[in-house]
């Protein structure tokens, strides 16, 4: 609109101008708008210079719009226009969403065959560059070349180190990188480079160590700026008890979040919920937790739902699974196969083998979008069998090869115990050759089936037979 005013009034837009109204756009949807702006100077007569494409490609950058932003570097090459540091930054920040580390060490060369030398912004993008793809040692290396070419590590540098040991889960390495800055650093880490280490320590055997390093960022004095537990550290340590099934501590973090007045987000909720489900003493407590997340302002996902269809599963609370099912649409939210095999199995857990089989045809009718998959069949079958429903049993393998759903050593173990069980010894028989010829099982090997206890059974030879 200013534009626009300035050229009733008679003033004729610069280049500085044009560049101006690009760089406004930022991050809006409207960014196209801005780009267009490109065209409209050079019908103005306002040839674009280093800045316009710059700006331009910045404006891409941050859209997301990869391609188009190479793409305007192209343009600005073939217009004779010589790349500067900011160029070369705004491509290297583009490997660095890219994952692309390799690309950024040829993008440091071209820096130096052009006489540009890489400034603290150009390292640090390209160690982000390999962070991204969890490459520890690409990254180190970076800081070395910095070091030796007497640039200064900045936050930005750790925090991108550490990033590297959350990609690949390495909280030994985290933990060692961390104590190595606490003794060098004068400065105070920021929480982002807490979190990334908290993050690293998120599987199962860490979520103590996760604990102790949201523990150490609490005892920091409050004067200290950047250093106290935000929201993402919080959802990172209850991840990692998540991960661990410590539902107790889980629940705890997510109170003390509230007291705190840190907005829990949706992959926060679904951490408790997962904690639940894996914490056998907790499972009661995935729904209400579910329940929780509209109070608190969060829209529940595909996760959320899934989480909550495990606790479900294997607290065999089949009634809460099939109505979950229903939630789910409500909610706009389509199940997967994911969703659909839990509640088979939950429905298998509580020895409810017709409502099974009403799931496994609800997934058959294809009003879902979602196809029966082996595991689908094999939940079932192991559902008819608890049932000692032993044709069904085999009806159902039957249909699996007819829906071109492979049975699996699972499959055929289970009708096995099935037919066993039922006195029916031919037809187990029967089976057994069958799974040794489709899956060259020797006889005598074990074949845990899934959903079925593990157990040994054996076919002996015919006599006079080697």
């Known amino acids: 609109e200013e534009l626009r005013r300035m050229k009733s009034l008679g003033f004729r837009p610069d280049v500085t101008t044009y560049n101006t109204v690009i760089d406004a756009f930022g991050e809006s949807p409207a960014f196209r708008e801005g780009l267009r702006m490109m065209k409209v100077m050079e019908e103005d007569g306002v040839r674009p210079d280093g800045v316009t494409f710059n700006t331009a490609m910045e ?77 520890v040692d690409g990254a180190f290396k970076i800081v070395d070349e910095m070091t030796r070419r007497g640039l200064t590590h900045n936050e930005l540098t750790h925090t991108n180190c550490m990033k590297a040991f959350h990609v690949c889960k390495d909280c030994d390495g985290a933990l060692k ?129 899934n989480a909550v269809l495990l606790a479900c599963q294997r607290a065999a609370r089949w009634r809460a699974a099939v109505s979950l099912l229903g939630a789910m649409r409500r909610a706009g939210l389509s199940p997967d196969i994911v969703s659909f095999n839990s509640v088979i199995a939950a429905c298998a857990a509580a020895g409810e083998w017709r409502w099974a089989l009403r799931v496994l045809r609800l997934m058959k009718g294809g009003v879902w979008g979602v196809r029966p998959d082996v ?68 006889p005598g090997r074990r074949t845990p089936g899934r959903g079925a206890p593990a157990q040994r059974t054996t076919v002996r030879r015919a006599p006079g037979k080697q």
Not at 95 to 107: N, T
Not at 203 to 218: I, P, T
Not at 267 to 283: E, G, Q, V, W, Y
């Open 177 to 305: 990188f961390l104590d190595a800055l606490q003794t060098r650093s004068a400065s105070t880490l920021s929480a982002q480079t807490f979190c990334y280490s908290i993050s690293a320590c998120s599987s199962r055997g860490n979520w103590k160590r996760a604990l102790r390093l949201l523990d150490a960022m609490k005892r920091q004095p409050r004067s200290s700026s950047g250093t106290q537990p935000s929201a993402a550290c919080y959802t990172a340590a209850i991840t990692a008890c998540g991960n661990a099934g410590e539902a107790t501590t889980a629940l705890n973090l997510l109170d003390e979040m509230l007291v705190l007045q840190l907005n829990p987000t949706t992959p926060t909720l679904n951490a408790c919920i997962t904690a639940c489900a894996r914490d056998p003493s907790h499972r009661h407590a995935a729904l209400p937790t579910l329940r929780r997340m509209p109070a608190l302002g969060l829209t529940p996902d595909l996760r959320s739902f």
């Open 59 to 135: 404006l891409c950058r941050r859209n997301r719009e990869i391609a188009l932003a190479l793409e305007l570097y192209g343009q600005s090459l073939s217009r004779g226009i010589k790349p500067s540091l900011v160029t070369f930054n705004v491509l290297l920040n583009i490997r660095e969403r890219l994952g692309d580390g390799a690309g950024a060490l040829r993008l440091l060369g071209e820096m130096r065959s052009c006489r540009i030398r890489p400034d603290e912004n150009s390292y640090n993008f390209t160690i982000g560059a390999f962070a991204n793809r969890g490459d």
């Open 375 to 442: 595991v689908s069949y094999n939940s079932a079958i192991f559902a008819v069998g608890r049932g000692g429903e032993w044709g069904v049993a085999l009806g159902l393998l039957k249909e699996m090869e007819g829906e071109g759903v492979r049975p699996d050593v699972g499959s055929y173990y289970s009708c096995m115990q099935v037919c066993l069980a039922a006195g029916k010894n031919e037809e187990a028989l029967r089976l057994r050759g069958m799974m040794d010829k489709r899956r060259r099982l020797k």
